[in-house]
């Protein structure tokens, strides 16, 4: 299964950015989905979450009010709208699917998308 993902670049400090990431080939909504963001030299760490049941959200302290994940579930395909962007949030994402029973056995990454805010 290849994860395709699209979006990100270069922004403003105060634009905005989506990013999205698309999983074919599986049952959409038996999986958790995230995105996650890195910077060199630095632990990967969650940015945002959505559930496959009761579609229950969680996002990091500081991307809170500003980010918003959503899925469509007829796409394969979900979606990180990136608003009011700080130079703060540059990084490298990543997308993530994860089988809500059997995560050990079938979960599956993005490679990542590189975020620049800068001006």
């Known amino acids: 299964v290849t994860v395709v993902e699209s979006g990100g670049g270069l922004a403003q400090p105060g634009g905005s950015l989506r990013l999205s990431c698309t999983v074919p080939q599986v049952t959409f909504t038996l999986y958790d989905i995230s995105w996650h963001r890195q910077v060199l030299g630095k632990e990967r760490e969650l940015v945002a979450l959505?559930?496959?049941?009761?579609?229950?959200?969680s996002y990091a302290d500081s991307v809170k009010g500003r980010f918003t994940i959503s899925r469509d579930n007829d796409k394969n395909t979900w979606y990180l709208q990136m608003n009011s962007l700080k130079p703060d949030d540059t990084a490298a994402y990543f997308c993530?699917?994860?089988?809500?029973?059997?995560?050990?056995?079938?979960?599956?990454w993005g490679k990542g998308i590189q975020v620049t805010v800068s001006s």
């Open positions: 959505v559930r496959s049941v009761g579609r229950e959200t």
């Open positions: 993530k699917a994860a089988h809500r029973t059997w995560p050990g056995k079938y979960t599956y």
